[in-house]
């Protein structure tokens, strides 16, 4: 298979994922805001809004994918790369604000007192949810280890994300109903606090996983070096191939950025001044196939060549 058919194949596993997705939220959404009315549990009914922002954020992604397959125009000179990260760090930016919305409404619920009713359906929904979450964060995270997708890398973390949230709340109910009906009179007191004290605990636990995404984008957008491996491999390896095929063994500087899915990269590297510029033509189409044979998410490569007197 071709770079090409790979890039498609891709891309249609990415699709065919979100919108699976997709549709794990909606059921997410219909059992969450049901079980949660019928309750009264307001960690239900917030959980249901989180779902509610996921989707908007997966339709998004449906409309980005077919941007990325666009080649760059005359608007957009270096291509549609760099809506990628700013999906991926708006929806970093939704998933610390839901965090925070939930740990509002959990510290609104232990000042009101919020008493949940009918703990069998909460529970039974709970782990109905648990076992959605779980299903499809497992079919998008072996996805995403097959494309090396960011996109899919970002969707398996809210999922994730997803999986600990509807944990802590089976926990917080299950310990709340012992709580409430084998506790004594003190202990069953304090019982309509532990859900909401749970959510909080869990909200911030998984706050990292929204932050490491926001962290992981603002990166791509800042062009800032993807990491010093990345360039160091490269670097080593335009080294091997300017020795062993044009036995040059000069300086060579590597600068890196990345947007999404694509990596580029500007090479600096020296030749002798009595050097043929006929032989400079076939050093730089020689890296361009090495490199792109080696790194397949390498977009372009831009070379300044340096004289040495």
């Known amino acids: 298979m071709d770079a090409n058919d790979q890039g498609a194949g891709n891309s249609q596993l990415e699709k065919k994922s979100i919108i699976i997705s997709i549709i794990g939220l909606f059921i997410l959404s219909a059992v969450g805001v049901t079980s949660g009315i019928l309750t009264d549990s307001a960690t239900l009914i917030i959980q249901t809004f989180l779902y509610i922002i996921d989707v908007i954020v997966a339709f998004l992604s449906l409309r980005i994918l077919k941007k990325l397959a666009n080649p760059p125009d005359e608007n957009y000179h270096f291509g ?4 990628e990260p700013v999906l991926i760090n708006t929806q970093g930016a939704l998933m610390i604000a ?3 919305i939930g740990i509002m409404f959990a510290i609104q619920d232990i ?6 009713q009918n703990y069998p359906l909460i529970f039974s929904a709970a782990c109905l949810v648990l076992l959605i979450n779980f299903s499809i964060w497992f079919y998008l995270y072996v996805n995403y280890k097959k494309t090396g997708s960011s996109f899919l890398k970002a969707a398996s973390m809210q999922w994730m994300s997803n999986l600990y949230e509807t944990l802590g709340i089976i926990c917080g109910f299950l310990i709340s109903y012992l709580m409430h009906h084998y506790g004594s009179p ?3 007191s304090i019982a ?11 909200s911030l636990l998984i706050l990292k996983i929204p932050v490491k995404l926001y962290k992981e984008s603002l990166v791509d957008l800042l062009d800032a070096n993807p990491g010093q491996d990345i360039s160091a491999e ?3 390896f ?3 191939v300017l020795w062993e095929k044009f036995n040059l063994d000069g300086k060579i500087t590597i600068k890196l950025r990345k947007a999404g899915r694509k990596m580029f990269v500007v090479l600096f ?3 002798p001044a009595d050097y043929p510029f006929d032989r400079v033509h076939v050093i730089m189409q020689t890296l361009n196939d090495e490199i792109g044979k080696s790194f397949k998410n390498i977009s372009s490569v831009d070379y300044h060549i340096m004289i040495l007197n």
């Open 80 to 83: 549609y790369y760099k809506l």
């Open 98 to 100: 839901g965090a925070v």
């Open 111 to 116: 000042i009101h007192e919020d008493n949940v």
């Open 186 to 188: 003190p202990v069953a």
């Open 192 to 202: 309509p606090y532990v859900d909401p004290a749970m959510a909080i605990i869990l």
């Open 234 to 236: 490269i670097t080593d």
């Open 238 to 240: 335009t080294r091997k």
């Open 269 to 271: 590297f020296n030749v």
